[in-house]
């Protein structure tokens, strides 16, 4: 499977690492604005075609999926050009950063049929299969409440047009939440809601930094997230059942090569470890997710990965928790 990789920045770096180590595929072209940053990035994975046309890189026929590195809102034009030039597509996250173009993403490329996946890679890793396959197997009993945070001081590494923490990691544990309410309530389950939510705003950007948001569902289950791209390095999900909780030890958005780790503690009884032995990260078994949807002809990806009314559900709470926290932000 023949790829293009569009941008050159720290995320494509890691892609290609991934594309690399894949038997099924390799890199046809990269693309990118700068002349001089893909010069350097294609002498360091050995790739032989570069340009700074975008245009020329979708009417390539040499290339079978395009992965869509750019910043995020960036996405949705590049996307949907990708669609109807009959190209598969591998976009990043967050989906985009307004309702507007996520809609036009959406709508765009499932207008051409062609496959396309938001590249929330840790839904791939069969760490996350086994967490739905607990979350599944009814020791939790009714499921009550669920708690995460994502915090990383990146926030002056990134692209500001990016809208800052809420799409830069605050996507990570709203698609996990996400995944355990249609998991365990049912598909329509997550957009029976309310929500409360507030944040610190930058001075150097304007962009939301600190982000928390508390989510009471109709069914009564609890949840509360906290997003910062401004200090720390550490993630925390846990989700409580009638039973007991369940929580990740390892960090559930980057899952590994080797050993990930659960644990289940009911409140009566002994805890149990879960290991989920892994032979690649999570960004090789998208590459893998990838392949096997594109050769078997499918235009979405099968769960946990994002469907596009996943992904659409993800953005509508990014959103709303922005506009939240923009409400009520402390600058």
Not at 10 to 26: G, K, N
Not at 107 to 117: E, I, L, P, Q, R
Not at 129 to 154: C, K, Q
Request: hydrophobic letters at 40%.
């Amino acid at each position: 499977m023949r790829w293009a990789i569009l941008g050159t920045g720290f995320i494509s770096h890691t892609v290609i690492d991934a594309i690399d180590r894949s038997e099924s595929s390799t890199v046809e072209v990269v693309a990118g604005r700068s002349a001089e940053r893909l010069a350097d990035f294609a002498s360091q994975y050995g790739v032989a075609s570069t340009t700074t046309n975008f245009d020329e890189v979708l009417s390539n026929p040499s290339v079978d999926v395009v992965y869509v590195g750019l910043p995020n809102h960036q996405h949705h034009e590049i996307a949907v050009a990708a669609a109807a030039a009959g190209k598969a597509v591998l976009s990043e996250k967050s989906l985009t950063t307004t309702m507007a173009t996520a809609h036009q993403l959406v709508d765009g490329v499932a207008k051409h049929g062609t496959f396309f996946v938001e590249g929330l890679m840790y839904l791939a890793h069969p760490l996350l299969t086994r967490f739905v396959e607990v979350l599944l197997d009814g020791r939790l009993g009714a499921l009550r409440s669920v708690r995460g945070s994502y915090a990383a001081n990146i926030a002056h590494l990134v692209n500001p047009e990016g809208k800052g923490t809420i799409y830069n990691l605050g996507c990570y544990p709203v698609s996990l939440l996400h995944l355990v309410i249609q998991t365990m309530g049912g598909h329509d389950s997550f957009a029976c809601r309310t929500t409360h939510g507030g944040g610190n705003i930058s001075k150097v950007d304007g962009n939301v930094v600190d982000a928390a948001l508390t989510v009471h569902f109709e069914s009564g289950v609890l949840a509360s997230l906290q997003s910062s791209d401004s200090y720390g390095n550490g993630s925390e999900f846990a989700v409580g059942g009638d039973n007991g909780v369940l929580r990740f030890d390892t960090n559930p958005w980057l899952p590994v090569a080797g050993p990930n780790v659960m644990t289940w503690t009911p409140f009566d009884g002994d805890p149990e470890t879960i290991v989920v032995d892994a032979t690649e990260d999570a960004f090789g078994y998208q590459i893998s997710m990838v392949e096997r949807n594109v050769r078997e002809g499918r235009t979405q990806a099968e769960r946990p990965s994002p469907r596009l009314a996943d992904s659409i559900e993800i953005m509508e709470m990014l959103t709303e928790w922005e506009s939240l926290c923009r409400e009520g932000s402390t600058a």
